[in-house]
């Protein structure tokens, strides 16, 4: 009975996201022990809002900040540029690591992971803790998401109100780009490699109005193998703190088309959290220029 109640709670909510109801009477059936599925192999269940959150990844500490939750983060990835998490310890260092005996030392009752984070180190991390894991493909995920951690962490109301912006910065977008010719863009990573095809900022780019290529190439490629897959727009994914790489250098490839060169930050395109709506917004303007 619990589990259909909840499936039914996430799908009432799915609903009242898409035409922007309220509907307050769907709080009233959202008591603990709450319940969601998430991107694990197993559900999440609380039977208490959390007090003391370990968050893994910059967005699922966004997330939490957004649906009011902040003041209960006590673990966040280091350096994360987030008001709400200030007295908040660093748990995962700027190389991506886990620093599990930290993150245990701060007893959370949840840890969110995203569906990266290495399993032995969430294993050590959580130490039976209750564990989310953080759908964060695509922005139908982070919709997803936004709803599953609204209802465990109590505000399932708020979770309602930041999934709908989130998808009506989305429909903005979409009706920007309608019509649109398609852009064929080369997703650069870094030394020209490209974006994996099941990553957010892929999907970004696809929901953008961009036809990727370069995806079925392996390693890093040289400026005349960008070129030869004729793209139309060159779109760096860079680290905002980082100094600019090096002036690409099509020219010596004698090709007679050379393609535009658009920078987007590593930051906004690759997190899955409260700003995905913006990413999206950037990277068709990066693609279609004044005409989106």
Not at 9 to 25: H, I, Q
Not at 148 to 157: D, K, R, V
Not at 199 to 220: C, H, I, K, N
Request: aromatic share 2%; glycine share 10%.
């Amino acid at each position: 009975m619990a589990a259909a109640r909840v499936l039914a709670l996430l799908s009432a909510a799915l609903v009242l996201t898409g035409c922007g109801e309220r509907g307050e009477p769907v709080d009233a059936l959202s008591p603990y022990p709450a319940t969601v599925p998430g991107a694990g192999g197993a559900p999440t269940v609380l039977e208490r809002p959390p007090e003391r959150i370990v968050a893994l990844t910059p967005a699922a500490a966004e997330l939490v900040a957004a649906l009011g939750a902040g003041g209960q983060l006590v673990g966040v990835p280091s350096g994360i540029d987030l008001p709400e998490a200030a007295g908040a310890a660093g748990v995962v260092r700027p190389s991506g690591l886990v620093d599990a005996d930290a993150a245990r030392a701060l007893r959370p009752d949840l840890v969110i992971a995203s569906t990266e984070t290495d399993p032995p180190a969430l294993e050590a991390t959580a130490d039976g803790s209750p564990v989310y894991v953080q759908p964060d493909r695509s922005i139908q995920d982070v919709v997803r998401a936004t709803l599953e951690l609204g209802l465990l962490l109590g505000n399932p109301a708020r979770a309602r109100a930041l999934a709908t912006s989130i998808r009506d910065g989305q429909a903005r977008v979409e009706r920007r780009v309608r019509g649109q010719p398609a852009v064929r863009v080369f997703a650069d990573t870094g030394f020209f490699v490209s974006v994996g095809e099941e990553t957010l900022a892929a999907e970004l780019v696809r929901g953008a109005g961009g036809e990727l290529v370069g995806l079925d190439v392996s390693g890093p490629l040289d400026a005349c193998d960008v070129l030869a897959l004729q793209p139309d727009v060159v779109l760096r994914i860079l680290d905002e703190e980082s100094p600019r790489p090096f002036k690409l250098e099509f020219e010596r490839c004698g090709s007679a088309s050379l393609p535009r060169v658009e920078d987007v930050a590593t930051d906004l395109v690759t997190t899955a959290g409260p700003r995905v709506a913006k990413a999206l917004d950037t990277i068709a303007r990066a693609l279609h220029g004044d005409a989106s």
